[in-house]
C-alpha cells in the first residue's frame, strides 16, 4: 500500500494544505483554505484528505518557544479531536514551532508583497510541517 500525507498548518482564520510528493520524500505545497465555520472547515478538510488519497493526516500543533501550551494549542487540539471524529484516516500531530515564521522568510527572500503572502504563507508552513513529519519518518526508516 502506498502512503500518502497531507498536512493541515489550523489558523484561526486561513488552513494550510500541503500533500507528499508520490515517493514521500519531499511536500508540495497545496492550498490555502479560508475558514467558514467550525463543523463545515473538518467536514471540508476530512473531505480533502480522502479526495487526496491521503493515508495518513499531520496537523501542525502550535506550542510556544519552550514546548509548552499556547492558547492557540487548545483550539488545535479540539479541531484535531473533531477531525479524528469526522474521519478514519489517522491523525497525528507535529510540532509546528517556526513553520511559519520560515515560510514568511522564504517568501519574502522572493520579494513577495505583503498582500499577496497571505494566500502562500499557510500552505508553505504547511509544507514545512509535512517536511519536518517526512524527515522523521524517514529517518526511522534507515
Given at each position: 500500500v502506498m502512503e500518502r500525507y497531507i498536512a493541515f498548518d489550523?489558523?484561526?482564520?486561513?488552513?494550510?494544505?500541503?500533500?507528499?510528493?508520490?515517493?514521500?520524500?519531499?511536500a508540495l505545497p497545496s492550498q490555502?483554505?479560508?475558514?467558514?465555520?467550525f463543523e463545515k472547515d473538518v467536514e471540508a478538510l476530512a473531505h480533502?484528505?480522502?479526495?487526496?488519497?491521503a493515508t495518513t493526516i499531520i496537523c501542525g500543533?502550535?506550542?510556544?518557544?519552550?514546548?509548552?501550551?499556547?492558547?492557540?494549542?487548545?483550539?488545535?487540539?479540539?479541531f484535531i479531536q473533531a477531525?479524528?471524529?469526522?474521519?478514519?484516516?489517522?491523525?497525528?500531530?507535529?510540532?509546528?514551532r517556526?513553520?511559519?515564521m520560515m515560510a514568511?522568510?522564504?517568501?519574502?527572500?522572493e520579494g513577495m508583497r505583503r498582500e499577496k503572502r497571505k494566500n502562500y504563507v499557510d500552505a508553505l508552513a504547511a509544507a514545512n510541517i509535512l517536511d519536518?513529519?517526512?524527515?522523521k519518518i524517514n529517518k526511522s526508516k534507515n
Open positions: 489550523i489558523g484561526d482564520k486561513r488552513i494550510g494544505v500541503a500533500v507528499s510528493d508520490p515517493f514521500n520524500t519531499y490555502t483554505y479560508f475558514r467558514k465555520g480533502l484528505a480522502e479526495e487526496k488519497g500543533l502550535p506550542v510556544n518557544y519552550d514546548g509548552s501550551e499556547a492558547l492557540q494549542t487548545g483550539k488545535t487540539r479540539r477531525l479524528r471524529e469526522r474521519t478514519a484516516i489517522p491523525v497525528v500531530c507535529e510540532d509546528e517556526f513553520t511559519t514568511h522568510e522564504v517568501l519574502i527572500s519536518g513529519y517526512l524527515n
